[in-house]
Structure formats: structure tokens, C-alpha cells
């Protein structure tokens, strides 16, 4: 029996969730989630799943439904709607795409000179848990996407949204002021005003956002990506997002 990753506790409170969802509880759905997790972990190919699981097309299958109609990232949603808003912490990382999620057109995978990539770009709550996302592809700079990524979240309880100077852009930071909220982004060096607005105790913290990727990329399947569909790797990332808030 290969390692699975649910607890009987952890199982308990998803259960609960999926059905929110007109999920309903079979006899193999437990085993059918363990699969996708097993997958992500070791981003081994669908067809070399261990026997235990079940049939490999057949999971599959299923899990492309799933993700037709967004049942992982629902999910996500619904238990990250608890999060701590005081603070936001914003950022981006690099997603090397294997040669196998390559074929497909207008599914966020550009190449450059590294090669095939994607981006996660990533908000985290006062506590470093993920609360939102965003796959853009690789060569598209942070600032160009992070509009689309503030669209995404409710600040309306938020106090200070916190990011790198990568994101020094007067547009982003009027964006942000307009919904109430401090933009903590500091000037780039070549700038010619100061940043006295900044609060550098909080920017400090920012390490919470970098944190969540650290264990995001714990999943070999989401630190490289194998997804050809774009639908198909965000469902993976809410799951890895879900099993990072199941414990809390």
C-alpha cells in the first residue's frame, strides 16, 4: 500500500465540504482523492498510479470532469473564505512546464530562454495560507497580472496589502487605494521618490507568502508542471491549496 496523506480527521472535515458540492460519498471517493494527491506528490504519469488506487483511465477520467467544472477550486474557495484579511501578502514564482504539458495553445505556457514555464501567482492571508491564485504564463511580467489578481480577492476587510518591488507601478497602487487599502510596496532603486510610506516591520513578514510556495512545491506535480490543460494544473494547486488549510 503506497503512503497516502489523509488523515481519518483530515477526511472527516473534506467529506463535509465536498458535499456542499453535490459530491456525494461513495465507497472509493476517499480513494479517489488519495490518487490525485499521490499523483501531485510524486508527479508520476496517471498511468503509473499504484494498482491500490483503482483503474488509471478511470481516474483520470473522473478527475477531467472534476475539472470541468472547477469541483477543486470551489472547494478551495469555500474553506479559504475563513482566512485572516488584515493583512495580504502578494507574489509570483516560476513553474518549469515539462516537455509533455507542451502542445496545447492559450494554456499560460510560454517560452523563453530557459525554456517551456508557467507562473503561479499567489495572495496569502495574515497567516501564510493561500487564499487565492492565478496561472499566468511564464514571460509575463508580476505587475501585468497582479491587477487581475486584486480583482480576484474581497478587500474590504483588509488594512495593508504587502509586495516586492517587482511591483512598483503607480496604476497597481491606485488600484489598491481605491478599495480602501494600503499598498506596503517599496520603490525601486532608480526612483526618484522615497518610501517613506512604507512599513518595513510588515514587509518583513512578507517571508509568509515565499513560505506557502516552499510548501506548495513540496508536490512534485505542482513544482514542475505536467498538466497539459490549464483547468486540469489549477485544480491540482487548489488541492495542494486545500490540504494546506485541512489541518487548520
Not at 39 to 50: K, S
Not at 185 to 208: A, F, Q, V
Not at 238 to 246: M, T
Request: charged share 25%; net charge positive.
Amino acid at each position: 500500500m503506497p503512503r497516502t496523506m489523509l488523515t481519518d480527521q483530515h477526511w472527516s472535515k473534506l467529506k463535509s465540504i465536498l458535499v456542499n458540492f453535490s459530491i456525494y460519498l461513495k465507497h472509493n471517493l476517499r480513494l479517489f482523492i488519495e490518487a490525485i494527491l499521490y499523483r501531485i506528490r510524486t508527479g508520476c504519469p496517471w498511468r503509473d498510479l499504484p494498482e491500490v488506487f483503482g483503474k488509471p483511465n478511470s481516474i483520470f477520467k473522473k478527475f477531467n470532469r472534476w475539472c470541468k467544472d472547477s469541483k477543486l477550486l470551489k472547494t478551495f474557495k469555500l474553506l479559504s473564505s475563513d482566512a485572516d484579511l488584515e493583512w495580504i501578502f502578494i507574489d509570483a514564482s516560476h513553474v518549469r512546464a515539462h516537455q509533455h504539458a507542451t502542445g496545447v495553445k492559450d494554456q499560460s505556457i510560454s517560452k523563453s530562454i530557459g525554456g517551456n514555464s508557467s507562473k503561479i501567482h499567489l495572495a496569502v492571508d495574515a497567516n501564510g495560507n493561500p487564499i487565492e491564485f492565478i496561472i499566468g504564463d511564464g514571460t509575463t511580467h508580476d505587475v501585468k497580472v497582479a491587477p487581475r489578481l486584486i480583482d480576484c480577492l474581497d478587500l474590504a476587510e483588509t488594512e495593508i496589502l504587502c509586495a516586492d518591488k517587482g511591483y512598483d507601478s503607480e496604476f497597481l497602487r491606485e488600484k489598491i487605494k481605491s478599495t480602501k487599502t494600503k499598498a506596503n510596496i517599496p520603490k525601486k532603486g532608480n526612483s526618484k521618490s522615497n518610501n517613506e510610506h512604507m512599513d518595513w516591520h510588515l514587509y518583513k513578514i512578507r517571508h509568509l507568502v515565499e513560505n506557502a510556495f516552499a510548501r506548495l512545491k513540496h508536490f512534485r506535480g505542482i513544482a514542475t508542471r505536467y498538466d497539459k490543460l490549464k483547468r486540469n494544473y489549477e485544480n491540482s494547486l487548489a488541492l495542494a491549496c486545500i490540504f494546506i488549510w485541512l489541518p487548520l
